[in-house]
């Protein structure tokens, strides 16, 4: 049973360009939730997805952008890319059903570097 | 922001036991506790959670003081994969409410 996996692991933009991150959530799970981890912190919460609707948001731009597909795979797009969105971008994927437990399956993430 | 308080490092011999504490004193009624865990170049992986009651999962124990205000979570034989960044988070009951991270506890276990 494959986990969440995220591609591509590791990619370098510029300033100004637009990037695409992908991930396919963990078998039977229908959530999907992006998160944004600077070097030293803790992940920071982007935006969650459900239904192909983008259900909650954290405190990020409009330049952040997503979409989930109908086999809950989902998207993450940053436009006009800065200095500031180099970070590592974590999927979680989960279960509305059991969304009252909290537990959220990660994957390794997609360390984005912007010259 | 995160509503919990974690030592910024913290080093445990192999073999012996892990405590790693928490304080979350405003934390409300119907609040969980939960800890994750994220090793080296990996995504966070959850550990365990509860709401008043100690609670013990294959991975480890969480004891919650009774006042709930503070909690720690115990690895009870350490071992050199538990090296890690450890986050304590407080979460609503009910709901879909996201996890807030905070900065963590470093974990090193030294052979």
């Known amino acids: 049973d494959a986990g969440v996996t995220q591609s591509p692991t590791h990619l370098i933009k510029t300033r100004g360009q637009q990037v695409t991150l992908r991930c396919s959530p963990k078998?039977?799970?229908?959530?999907v939730s992006w998160y944004q981890q600077a070097l030293g912190q803790g992940p920071q919460f982007i935006f969650q997805y459900y239904e192909e609707e983008e259900r909650q948001r954290g405190n990020f731009p409009d330049r952040f952008s997503g979409h989930q597909f109908p086999n809950y795979s989902s998207e993450l797009n940053v436009n006009a890319l800065l200095l500031g969105d180099s970070a590592l971008y974590l999927c979680?994927?989960?279960?509305?059903?059991?969304?009252?437990?909290?537990?959220?399956?990660f994957g390794e993430g997609s360390r984005l570097t912007v010259l | 922001d995160a509503k919990t308080t974690q030592p910024t490092s913290m080093d445990c011999a192999e073999g012996r036991a892990a405590n790693l504490p928490c304080n979350h004193s405003?934390?409300?009624?119907?609040?969980?506790v939960y800890w994750y865990r994220q090793i080296h170049s990996q995504g966070p992986q959850y550990i365990i959670h509860g709401l008043k009651n100690n609670e013990t999962n294959e991975m480890a124990s969480l004891i919650i003081t009774e006042d709930r205000k503070s909690s720690t979570l115990i690895l009870p034989h350490a071992t050199l994969r538990d090296t890690a960044v450890y986050y304590c988070?407080?979460?609503?009951?009910?709901?879909?409410?996201?996890?807030?991270f905070g900065k963590g506890t470093r974990l090193s276990v030294i052979a």
């Open positions: 988070i407080v979460r609503p009951i009910s709901g879909n409410t996201p996890l807030v």
């Open positions: 979680a994927s989960s279960r509305v059903r059991e969304a009252n437990t909290g537990e959220l399956f």
């Open positions: 078998s039977g799970h229908d959530t």
């Open positions: 405003t934390i409300s009624g119907n609040e969980y």
